[in-house]
């Protein structure tokens, strides 16, 4: 029995704006959906799906744990957890990792993380988390207040307390808002969902600089730009700053959940047995399919091999000169284009030739690809986004 968009709106809560078609399978950079139509994917899942679809070492890995143990209780260790907490944290240069399954959960964790790192050395009163205004941080309670963005405070009253925003690279309202309250601050090497912004590197190495010298936390939000999107093990690797807590998650898992708190070791002993937990937290599949992402696309081959695409990306639209075209930002492959027209229609007919791009904010097309593409497939998606943005008036 096959399932339609109809079934789908009945059935499924709808808190997302959903968009046809009906998704069925996908193999190498491409989805296919119930009509088995072609789609040339630039979202991979928003960020997650690094590896593509059907990656053979992936499938391998993740069948061969799902036979062997799906699920164990962290009131012990497993194997692949084990190995990837070592692999990953020797390839992050931090000291340890909390597991968890989602970039909302990482988030929260670390905000935990920072805020008893600072009551244990500091007592109350020390608890504040400053983050950026257009950052975006989670769906939960407290990850939504510390995402600096409006319209993501209604509703849900009341909000987690000890929050305070930034103007992104405006180092004086930083020293402004960093009072004796405040233990951390939060950043996005990129903000992704606030439109594709990177961050000015001389901001982001005062702020570390400042923040080392007044024992207030640095903490990066890797979960869209991290586990090599940008070229780099992590996009405030592009900074040349080192972090305290290092939030990843969407690309480590490429299509399983996963998430995890990186600790440098300044923090890497705060949390005590029971201070955190999760139930599905390093679950032994997740981790098994987290090793084959950070062997097939965590080291300096692939770097450079996604660094030299998103500057084939930038080009070929910078070289188009679309008159559609305002600006195009990003690192590596997290690319934004802002445009003059409605991207969300952009999205709309990109579908109909058969490729998926994101939105972000009101003015920006969103391509997240997954990490394995080629430069022959990006040129054909580019070419389909430009003929589109061609034929807008």
């Known amino acids: 029995m096959s399932y339609d968009f109809n079934d789908a709106k009945e059935h499924i809560v709808n808190s997302y704006g959903r968009l046809e078609p009906v998704i069925t399978h996908g193999e190498g950079v491409y989805l ?3 009509n088995e139509n072609k789609y040339l994917d630039f979202t991979s899942g928003i960020g997650v799906s690094s590896l593509g679809y059907g990656h053979e070492k992936w499938i391998k890995a993740t069948s061969k744990q799902l036979k062997t143990l799906a699920h164990a209780s962290n009131i012990f260790y497993t194997e692949p957890s084990v190995k990837l907490a070592k692999e990953l944290t020797e390839k992050a240069n931090m000291s340890k990792v909390f597991f968890a399954n989602s970039g909302a959960e990482a988030n929260e964790g670390a905000i935990k993380l920072a805020r008893k790192y600072s009551y244990d050395k500091y007592g109350d009163g020390r608890s504040k988390v400053l983050t950026l205004m257009q950052s975006f941080h989670g769906r939960t309670i407290t990850t939504l207040k510390a995402t600096g963005q409006e319209k993501f405070h209604k509703y849900f009253f009341p909000f987690t307390e000890g929050f305070d925003y930034v103007t992104a690279n405006d180092i004086k309202d930083f020293k402004k808002k960093l009072t004796d309250e405040v233990c951390a601050i939060m950043l996005e090497a990129i903000q992704g969902e606030g439109g594709v912004i990177p961050l000015d590197k001389d901001f982001v190495q005062e702020v570390v600089k400042i923040c080392n010298e007044k024992d207030v936390l640095v903490i990066f939000d890797e979960v869209q730009c991290g586990i090599s999107r940008t070229g780099k ?5 592009n900074f040349d700053v080192e972090a305290d807590i290092v939030s ?8 399983l959940p996963i998430g995890g708190i990186l600790c440098s070791s300044k923090v890497a002993d705060v949390f005590k047995p029971g201070d955190h937990g999760s139930t599905f937290g390093a679950n032994p599949v997740a981790c098994a399919g987290a090793l084959v992402v950070l062997d097939e696309l965590c080291n300096e081959k692939t770097f450079e091999k996604i660094a030299k695409k998103g500057a084939f990306i930038k080009e070929f639209i910078e070289e188009a000169k679309n008159p559609q075209v305002v600006d195009i930002r990003g690192i590596g492959l997290m690319i934004g284009i802002k445009v003059k ?6 999205q709309k007919e990109a579908i109909k030739k058969g490729l998926l791009v994101l939105t972000a904010g009101k ?5 997240l690809p997954p990490l394995v593409i080629t430069k022959k497939e990006l040129k054909i998606g ?11 008036k």
């Open 341 to 346: 027209c409605d991207p969300a229609l952009v």
């Open 382 to 392: 580019l070419d389909i986004i430009l003929e589109i943005l061609s034929n807008i």
């Open 248 to 255: 990843v998650a969407k690309g480590l898992g490429a299509g």
């Open 32 to 34: 296919y959906d119930t």
């Open 233 to 237: 093990m992590f996009g405030y690797n």
């Open 363 to 367: 003015d920006v097309v969103r391509l």
